[in-house]
């Protein structure tokens, strides 16, 4: 290296030093010390100004709740919910001390030691609600009594100062009694119950001060999130979690030397009693109330939001139509009753839910005999099957989807299948021979004969044709719950879990040409400074309008000639369909005019405590209980009144298909049948799709010639022959079984 490659190289390690020199005299220790204490004094600063600024408030609206007003759609009162909250303040001495303890235990284990605030979790909390993430974080039982006496429950940062300011004030002004008092006695504990006393009266019906360690437990586990764990509504995760909640809250106690290891021991889970209505929700009215809140919860509306009242609840319920859907149950079928001393008729319930099909509007609800004797909404509990009312959605998927039969034939209206009772299905994994009504079999017939006698071994190859899975879709589409809904055959017979509420919506959509419709009953909701959204009840295009009138046009012949005749006038031009299930545990009516879709149901339903499904065979001492009985009269009954005796409103139906028939080889001597009164298909012959080879399983001889109708009313139904099946859900699925779950196909 020369001198001048030396000299260069000695000034650049010179510059270097120099720079790293200054880096270092910048970035000293005192320097960064300095600057670190310095910001200390200035968050030291501004909380200490903030502490002065900030004062304690009196109580905040929360705390001194409003009631809230439900009225129906003209605007007249429905209901107030009782005087604007439920809850009765308790001294702390009366609450039991180990039922004390367990709030401490599930919320704030250091309560009695600390200050007042945690300062960890409201850090947490604070770099929550900056991201984004809302209301996580911990806070002590100081801090959730003053956010729910002083604050409000937003979650911003400037709330959370506040909060923590305040709590420490709180925290040294007042006793540590006298905060667990008034945060035991000002919390939310679902089901209506503000305070420790209403929460012991809602979930166990004693008072506070009889409480044992186990349910005051349950109660200080509720808070952490009252809707999700109420054990009466919870789902499995939601009673798993409450149940470790409980355990956790328990053990907590055993550490903290409030509870006896050998006591805890003995500990059980102590389940819930069933909710029970609040007073002033007699009759219908609870029924009506507790579904706009179930609407309400679902579009976000907290059960502790509204319960803070303030609230007006605008319903879609028609005063009118409800008046009269409750005179038509009485009318047809509790006036006919004897529940006090007929065993079946004192297990018979009601339900019905009737919508608008042009918005969707619930403008009448049948729960049942009243709300504060049977608190379950026949309506809307989804825990029996809709039986044959579903093959109507068996029809209108092979529709959408262009179904044919096993012998290449579009399926319509006129399209032939083998009407032979207990025939199994073809092209199928799963075996399934479903019995028709009385055992009875009809040869080849239509579509629309099929669907007006609720045939079931048509129907049956009908959902193997079309695949389950696709016929699955398009009833989710319309409306019907995935609720034990599983992709094989029988679903042709309705083996799913739904609602009347569920099925109105199904049928709704098909009365409004396709184009999906949501039932809702809350028509607004209106506070003076929250909101509420509200459903739309008109969704997109679920189903063709070619597929939806089509069913449309069968569903006419089923009141006209079928086993919907009783619903029939010639006041209204109506479509509907019978489902009864098996053992004749539900019967079903399921119907629309142009302005109107109502579904109405009997559930038989165990008087016993647990209320176990039970058969309504018998009731009224009228036999068999089919939908095309007390159903259908209750619908008949209300859709004249509702309608105002009547309407000249006809179904505008658009490019009905009538689908394909295997051309004939030779005559046959099967009767022609007509799809409608007024029309008449080619004569059936050939083979009947999905015909199988030899005679029909568990028949030895042909095939009876049906009758023009099959519909049985009840003084005319046959006492129930005994069940061959293998059980509810699943019927006939396995070899040799013929079982079906709409046993006679109503």
């Not at 005087?83 to 303040?89: F, S």
């Not at 149950?329 to 297990?347: I, M, P």
């Not at 004797?373 to 029996?384: F, K, L, P, V």
């Amino acid at each position: 290296m020369g001198r001048a490659d030396a000299r260069r190289a000695r000034a650049r390690g010179s510059r270097r030093a120099a720079k790293s020199g200054g880096i270092r005299r910048l970035f000293t220790w005192k320097k960064l010390l300095g600057t670190f204490f310095g910001l200390c004094l200035l968050v030291m600063g501004a909380f200490v100004a903030l502490y002065v600024y900030v004062d304690v408030p009196e109580a905040n609206a929360m705390a001194e709740r409003q009631s809230n007003v439900y009225k129906y759609s003209d605007g007249s009162l429905l209901a107030r919910d009782g005087k604007g909250v439920n809850r009765q303040i308790v001294d702390l001495a009366v609450v039991p001390k180990e039922v004390q303890h367990t709030f401490v235990a599930a919320e704030n284990k250091s309560f009695y030691d600390d200050q007042g605030v945690d300062l960890k979790g409201t850090t947490r909390g604070l770099l929550n609600t900056l991201s984004g993430k809302g209301k996580q974080g911990g806070s002590t039982i100081t801090q959730q009594y003053v956010k729910n006496y002083y604050l409000t429950q937003d979650a911003t940062v400037s709330r959370k100062l506040k909060e923590l300011v305040i709590s420490l004030k709180v925290d040294q002004k007042k006793s540590k009694s006298f905060i667990l008092a008034g945060y035991i006695n000002t919390a939310y504990y679902g089901r209506g119950a503000s305070g420790v006393q209403a929460a012991a009266q809602a979930y166990y019906g004693v008072d506070a001060k009889d409480l044992n360690v186990s349910q005051g437990a349950y109660l200080a586990s509720l808070l952490q999130a009252p809707s999700q764990y109420d054990w009466a509504v919870a789902s499995e995760t939601g009673k798993r979690l409450v149940s470790e909640r409980w355990a956790y809250t328990l053990d907590n106690m055993v550490e903290m030397g409030w509870l006896d290891p050998a006591e805890r021991a003995k500990q059980k889970f102590p389940v819930p009693q069933k909710p029970k209505p609040a007073p002033g929700m007699e009759g219908q009215t609870g029924y009506l109330v507790e579904a706009a809140n179930q609407e309400l919860r679902k579009q976000g509306l907290t059960d502790e939001a509204r319960e803070a009242g303030g609230w007006t609840f605008t319903l879609n319920i028609d005063k009118k139509r409800q008046k009269q859907l409750e005179k038509s149950v009485e009318d047809q079928l509790e006036s006919k009753l004897d529940r006090e001393g007929n065993k079946v008729d004192a297990t018979v319930q009601a339900g019905a839910t009737s919508v608008n099909p042009k918005n969707g509007a619930v403008v009448a609800l049948y729960g049942g005999v009243g709300a504060t004797q049977h608190w379950i909404s026949n309506a809307t509990r989804q825990d029996y099957q809709p039986a044959s009312t579903f093959k109507p959605l068996v029809l209108a998927s092979a529709l959408e989807n262009e179904a044919k039969t096993q012998d290449g034939d579009l399926i319509g209206l006129n399209t032939v299948y083998d009407g032979t009772s207990r025939r199994p299905v073809v092209g199928s994994d799963t075996p399934f021979k479903p019995q028709n009504e009385d055992d009875r079999s009809y040869g080849p017939i239509s579509v629309q004969k099929a669907l007006n006698s609720s045939v079931n071994s048509v129907f049956a190859q009908m959902v193997v044709d079309v695949t389950p899975a696709a016929v699955k879709r398009t009833a989710l589409g319309l409306g019907v719950p995935d609720k034990n809904f599983p992709e094989r055959p029988a679903i042709t017979l309705g083996t799913m879990n739904a609602s009347t509420w569920d099925m109105a919506g199904a049928y709704a959509t098909l009365d409004n040409h396709g184009k999906q419709v949501t039932p809702h009953i809350v028509k607004s909701a209106e506070h003076r400074s929250l909101t509420a959204k509200t459903v739309d009840g008109i969704g997109k295009q679920v189903i063709s309008r070619k597929s939806a009138d089509t069913v449309t046009s069968g569903l006419t012949g089923v009141v006209d000639a079928g086993s919907g005749r009783a619903a029939n006038t010639s006041a209204y031009d109506a479509a509907g369909k019978t489902g009864t299930s098996e053992n004749n545990k539900s019967a079903w009516f399921a119907g629309y005019t142009p302005e109107l879709t109502t579904v109405v149901a009997l559930f038989g339903e165990s008087a016993k405590d647990g209320g176990g499904q039970v058969s309504l065979t018998g009731t009224a001492n009228s036999g068999r209980a089919n939908g095309g009985g007390f159903p259908a009269e209750i619908w008949a009954d209300y859709t004249l009144g509702a309608l105002g005796g009547g309407s000249n409103a006809q179904f505008d139906l658009e490019d009905v298909e009538r689908g394909e028939v295997t051309p004939s080889d030779s005559p046959s001597s099967t009767p022609s049948e007509s799809t409608k009164p007024s029309e008449t298909p080619p004569t059936p012959s050939g083979t009947p799709s999905g015909t199988p080879s030899g005679p029909p399983t568990g028949q030895s001889s042909p095939p009876v010639t049906p009758s023009e109708s099959t519909s049985v009313t009840p003084s005319e139904s046959p006492d129930l022959p005994p069940d061959p099946g293998d059980g509810e859900g699943q019927p006939g699925e396995r070899p040799g079984n013929s079982n079906s779950n709409d046993l006679f196909g109503r």
